[in-house]
């Protein structure tokens, strides 16, 4: 038996529980016949502008995944996905393997999907892009942390740029504004794709509408990630309106 909403697959989405913008984009995305659950890892809306703060945000979102992966698979969801930045886990590539088998002992053997193998994903349906301009909700600290997961899988940061949230709950009040002079700020010839991370920053519309004037890839966090659990998922739908990585051939 399958439920009726979502008889074609059950999306289970994990987000902070300062996140406010995940829900929202990820539900203008979803296709018919598919139903997005989501649960909430508790974590402190500390100020991250030191060190410190920013490590205790990093530690809440790891102490209370366990928890939200286990209460969200009671609701029983075809996918786990991890709405986190690329760096809340990431710790090298051996690191990451190990979180995941963790993370898919939590979700009793389902599959569980980061926003690192999603942007990883996408990148490679671009045709293997690797020069990529990077947009952070962060102060600069945060930037490094990010830059390093980058390096990692061997691409090259050729800009990155914060966008100076001091909070988890701050993020979602970035506006695009702000969004349109972080991309300005990066972009250049030397860009194959423009990344943005951070799942409470709503950049999943504005990413869509700067494709077609910048002539390439703008990856938003929330869209990749929903995209790599459709995909996953074995939903090939293709529609209009929300980026070139939804209409890709």
């Not at 945000?57 to 009671?74: F, G, H, N």
């Not at 899988?153 to 740029?161: F, L, M, S, T």
């Not at 702000?178 to 950049?203: K, P």
Request: hydrophobic share 45%.
């Amino acid at each position: 038996m399958v439920d009726s909403l979502g008889y074609r697959a059950k999306i289970g989405y994990v987000v902070p529980s300062t996140n406010t913008s995940a829900q929202a984009e990820i539900d203008g995305l979803r296709p018919r016949g598919v139903t997005n659950h989501l649960a909430r890892m508790t974590i402190r809306n500390t100020k991250m502008v030191e060190r410190p703060g920013f490590d205790q945000v990093l530690e809440d979102i790891r102490a209370s995944a366990t928890p939200a992966i286990e209460s969200l698979c009671t609701a029983d969801p075809d996918i786990v996905a991890v709405g986190v930045s690329p760096e809340g886990f990431w710790g090298g590539v051996d690191s990451q393997n190990k979180v995941l088998d963790a993370f898919r002992a939590d979700a009793g053997g389902r599959t569980v999907l980061t926003s690192a193998d999603a942007i990883s994903a996408a990148l490679d349906e671009f045709g293997g892009l690797t020069r990529v301009a990077v947009i952070t909700p962060y102060l600069k600290l945060g930037d490094n942390t990010v830059r390093r997961f980058f390096d990692d899988k061997g691409y090259d940061v050729v800009a990155i740029e914060g966008l100076g949230a001091q909070t988890p709950a701050s993020i979602a009040h970035i506006d695009h504004d702000h969004l349109r002079a972080a991309v300005l700020a990066v972009d250049s010839a030397d860009v194959q794709a423009i990344v943005q991370v951070g799942t409470n920053v709503a950049m999943a519309g504005f990413a869509a509408s700067a494709e077609p004037f910048l002539g390439k890839p703008v990856l938003s966090n929330n869209a990749v990630l929903y995209w790599h659990a459709l995909r996953t998922a074995g939903i090939e739908d293709q529609f209009a309106g929300h980026g070139r990585l939804f209409e890709f051939l």
